[in-house]
């Protein structure tokens, strides 16, 4: 495959992403399972669907190329950066404060892994040496992002 179409690839792959993090943040928030069966020492679960919305917004940005994004959260522009808040995200969404219903826990964990499994390839990207075959990948995601 060409580098254009992984770039491509990639950028959808961002995008179905932030989409699916932001529904997950709002399905819990519009059904309030956070309070099905709510114990105090649990009171930290609120935020997880609002911080789902809040990741969602960012990774948006800055597929939408948000030149405030770029200054302010640089670690994004680099494959490293990105695998690392992947591997973030997919521990965040693997958490679903949902009482006793286990097919949503279940599907959380499953979107974890997915986000985990893309974090550990942004990783990989970085990692792989020059003389690799994914070598332009690196070189074409880091002059996508305007780094080097």
């Not at 819990?28 to 956070?34: A, K, N, Y």
Request: overall charge neutral; some cysteine; charged content about 10%.
């Amino acid at each position: 495959m060409e580098t254009k179409t992984w770039i491509l690839i990639l950028r959808w792959v961002n995008i179905v992403a932030a989409v699916v993090i932001g529904a997950m943040g709002i399905y819990q928030l519009v059904t309030f399972q956070m309070f099905s069966h709510f114990h105090f020492y649990e009171i930290w679960s609120i935020f997880t669907p609002i911080y789902s919305l809040i990741f969602c917004g960012l990774l948006l940005a800055i597929e939408f190329k948000r030149d405030f994004i770029a200054d302010q959260f640089q670690f994004m522009m680099t494959c490293f950066g990105r695998g690392i808040f992947y591997i973030f995200l997919g521990s965040v969404v693997s958490y679903q404060p949902t009482g006793e219903s286990s097919s949503q826990q279940v599907a959380g964990w499953i979107w974890g892994l997915t986000l985990w499994l893309v974090g550990i390839f942004y990783v990989v990207i970085h990692f792989v040496g020059p003389k690799s075959a994914t070598a332009g990948l690196k070189d074409a995601v880091s002059a996508e992002y305007g780094t080097s």
